[in-house]
């Protein structure tokens, strides 16, 4: 436990060693980066207007993370569920009323968690810089410190992003289901500009987390060939506590690894979706790579996280920035 503790501690220190060092370089490098609310996406967008941005971000998750380290899971899936809807826009965070039921009440994100962490970053940040950073800047950069403080890669993401002013559940309908084989799941990440390859490495987020029985249940009700024996009683076993039972992705649910690459070797994918992956032969080599690698999975997901984060976003005046994350202004 000291040996884990200590780790945690020297990993934040370089981390915050590695923003400072990011920060004299752009100072001492020059300001030819078009800063400011005009400046378009960038690595430093709000260095001038909101320069301590990052350091909150960083903060704010690793308290919520110390007390809940399941919360990183959250985080980092409601990244997804965001940019996959209407694009990278802060609508997941939007806010049911009496007129509109709003993305997160659609039963794909019902399991969402991590909502207050944002809020509590929006209130810090509204007390330093009000009116400055957007609420999907702050999911974005809550994300990237998700999966840092969970032992994956550190790596920086643009910042410009506004919000969005939409949020509806029937737009939910295009998330991928836990149902699809790889094939489908290769046409609709596809329709987004990612690559089969691109696909795997983000489906590599479930090396955090759980699934419900709910997602899994259906894959239970006769032999799966894909499916290990034993593995399919474990799953049997959770499901008998009701839909709504977890059962982690992979033996290490709050670590951020390529161990589940390496359950899926052994057929022991929670989900359809996840098997799948080592099941069709389109992207079986990638998941060995990846079981083999875990310096090549860490590569490919930031690249693929920095890219997902890119998907349809708002600027100027098709985007606000809320005051409140939870409402449209």
Not at 176 to 183: D, E, I, Q, R, V
Not at 295 to 300: E, T, V
């Amino acid at each position: 436990m000291m040996y884990k503790s200590s780790m945690k501690s020297f990993k934040m220190a370089m981390a915050n060693l590695m923003t400072m060092f990011m920060l004299i370089e752009v100072i001492t490098c020059g300001f030819g980066f078009g800063f400011g609310a005009d400046g378009g996406l960038n690595m430093n967008y709000y260095l001038m207007s909101c320069p301590f941005v990052e350091p909150v971000v960083k903060n704010v998750v690793n308290r919520a993370l110390d007390n809940d380290p399941t919360l990183a899971a959250g985080l980092v899936r409601m990244h997804f569920h965001d940019c996959f809807i209407q694009g990278c826009d802060g609508s997941i965070l939007i806010d049911s009323t009496k007129d509109n039921t709003a993305e997160k009440d659609s039963p794909a994100n019902l399991s969402l968690r991590g909502y207050e962490i944002i809020d509590d970053i929006k209130d810090e940040l509204e007390r330093q810089c009000p009116g400055v950073v957007s609420c999907a800047d702050i999911l974005a950069m809550a994300a990237t410190e998700a999966v840092f403080y969970a032992g994956g890669p550190v790596y920086n993401i643009p910042k410009g992003r506004k919000d969005g002013r939409r949020s509806k559940i029937e737009d939910t309908r295009n998330l991928p289901s836990p149902a699809f084989n790889a094939s489908e799941l290769i046409r609709q990440f596809g329709q987004h500009g990612f690559s089969a390859q691109e696909m795997v490495a983000l489906s590599g987020a479930h090396t955090l987390g759980v699934a419900r029985c709910s997602s899994f249940k259906t894959r239970l009700s006769q032999v799966d060939p894909a499916l290990d024996s034993e593995f399919a009683k474990t799953l049997s076993k959770t499901c008998t506590s009701g839909d709504n039972a977890e059962q982690p992705f992979d033996a290490t649910r709050n670590d951020f690894d390529n161990v589940y690459f390496n359950a899926l070797l052994r057929k022991n994918g929670v989900l359809f979706s996840d098997q799948t992956l080592y099941t069709s032969p389109r992207t079986r080599n990638i998941v060995n790579a990846y079981a083999m690698n875990q310096a090549m999975f860490f590569l490919d997901f930031q690249q693929a996280m920095v890219k997902m984060g890119l998907l349809d976003i708002k600027q100027g005046y098709n985007g606000e920035v809320r005051g409140n994350c939870r409402k449209i202004n």
